[in-house]
């Protein structure tokens, strides 16, 4: 059991909506990373949050946003939905650095975009 | 363009026997490699990391090789169970501008057959 936990566990949307997703990290850790997985396909990096700041970005556009709270929860909120966006969205966090970059993954969100 | 390739979208092979899964990258210069195991609907599972100066590593049956002139890593799972029946994503980590994103391969089913 990693200690991540991700709300909701399914969700489905219509094209044009936004959606928010959330996080939960390991407890210790304070960075947080999300990453989207298409099906059949490897995660890719969306964007890191660390202390509350993002440190890091993938090639995401803008409409794919985030946040981190002071107790290392994490937020990705997604505007303007579209078809592509449907996948499952994976949220992982790391330890203090100076230590390897294992990462600990949720189990994940599948949103369906219709 | 960085580029990671993962050998076959599935392996299949006979219960005790060793898989090897290949995990090759190019215009990439990484400071870690690292495999993961996923299970269908399920967030990536830490397996083993490995450093750029570091050729082989073991963690009970299984063994990651690292060949940065070739830039491959092979994965071994020797006396392999249908318990290791799974996708298994190899990823690449910079690290170098101390952001911990993660470049994930599209991975490799393997099925063991009992």
């Known amino acids: 059991e990693t200690g991540v936990t991700q709300s909701p566990t399914h969700l489905i949307k219509t094209r044009g909506q936004q959606v928010t997703l959330r996080c939960s990290s390991q407890?210790?850790?304070?960075?947080v990373s999300w990453y989207q997985q298409a099906l059949g396909q490897g995660p890719q990096f969306i964007f890191q949050?660390?202390?509350?700041?993002?440190?890091g970005r993938g090639n995401f556009p803008p409409r794919f946003s985030g946040l981190q709270f002071p107790n290392y929860s994490s937020e990705l909120n997604v505007n303007a939905l579209e078809l592509d966006d449907s996948a499952l969205y994976l949220c992982?966090?790391?330890?203090?650095?100076?230590?390897?970059?294992?990462?600990?993954f949720g189990p994940g969100t599948r949103l369906t975009v219709l | 363009s960085q580029k990671i390739e993962q050998n076959s979208e599935a392996l299949n092979i006979q219960e005790g026997k060793t898989a090897t899964l290949t995990c090759n990258y190019t215009?990439?210069?990484?400071?870690?490699l690292q495999w993961y195991r996923q299970d269908p609907g399920r967030g990536p599972v830490f397996l083993l990391l490995?450093?750029?100066?570091?050729k082989e590593k073991r963690k009970e049956r299984l063994k990651v090789t690292f060949d940065t002139t070739l830039k491959q890593s092979l994965f071994h799972i020797t006396a392999s169970q249908p318990a290791d029946s799974a996708t298994y994503l190899c990823?690449?980590?910079?690290?170098?501008?101390?952001?911990?994103?993660?470049?994930f391969g599209s991975g490799t089913r393997l099925q063991v057959q009992p």
């Open positions: 992982a966090s790391s330890p203090p650095s100076g230590r390897d970059n294992e990462q600990f």
């Open positions: 407890s210790g850790h304070n960075t």
């Open positions: 949050y660390y202390r509350e700041e993002e440190n």
């Open positions: 215009n990439y210069s990484p400071a870690y």
């Open positions: 490995i450093r750029e100066n570091e």
């Open positions: 990823a690449l980590d910079k690290s170098d501008t101390g952001r911990r994103a993660l470049t």
